[in-house]
């Protein structure tokens, strides 16, 4: 089984892919920001059954528009959201690394991170 065909189960017809360029691919799924956006997900193959569940930096961007993490005290409660939810960083980028069997509850788990990261100003 194919992770498409794993997250098909899970979202049943509640769902899309759309490749961006080879290997990269935009899950497109009814996960929402506060204004009605759609959260950016994207999925990439990683080395033998391992996907990596993204945001291309497009979070912290969005963020950055009303909101810096240019404090101490901020840096922690940013650093505490992703610890909670498993999510890793670098340069900007979100990303959460989870085996092709097991990819829909961490999508779940990653927009849930994303939707707390992006609520940060609050």
Not at 13 to 38: N, Q, T, W, Y
Not at 45 to 52: A, L
Not at 89 to 118: M, T
């Amino acid at each position: 089984m194919n992770y498409l065909e794993c997250l098909k189960i899970g979202f049943g017809s509640h769902i899309a892919i759309r490749e961006k360029r080879p290997g990269v691919a935009k899950l497109l799924v009814a996960l929402f920001h506060e204004d009605g956006d759609m959260v950016d997900i994207f999925l990439e193959m990683r080395g033998g059954d391992m996907i990596r569940v993204s945001d291309h930096g497009l979070s912290l961007m969005r963020l950055s528009y009303q909101y810096d993490i240019d404090t101490e005290n901020k840096e922690r409660i940013f650093r505490q959201i992703l610890s909670e939810n498993r999510v890793s960083e670098e340069s900007g980028n979100l990303y959460l690394d989870v085996p092709c069997q097991s990819l829909y509850p961490p999508v779940l788990q990653f927009g849930q991170a994303i939707a707390k990261v992006c609520s940060m100003s609050l």
